[in-house]
């Protein structure tokens, strides 16, 4: 069950995609939602490339600060 509030949209980069090459394309930004009992198991929900959220090992993504202006426009892609 996901859990936690969405404040300010969290992104992450793909830094391994070994094992998941058809739902993670390497070095891509990624919206991160939130969900406290995955992040307690080592995984991270994400958005994928299929427009769904999933979870993965969070070892295969570095939190990512972005500009505002790149937020807004991450948001609004997706």
Do not use: Q, W
Not at 44 to 62: K, M, N, T
């Amino acid at each position: 069950m996901r859990s936690g509030t969405l404040r300010s949209p969290k992104f992450a980069v793909c830094i391994n995609n070994e094992g998941y090459p058809a739902s993670l394309e390497l070095h891509k930004i990624y919206r991160v939602v939130p969900d406290e009992e995955a992040a307690a198991d080592g995984d991270i929900r994400i958005v994928d490339e299929s427009g769904e959220d999933y979870l993965y090992p969070a070892s295969c993504f570095a939190p990512i600060a972005v500009p505002p202006t790149v937020r807004r426009s991450l948001v609004h892609a997706s």
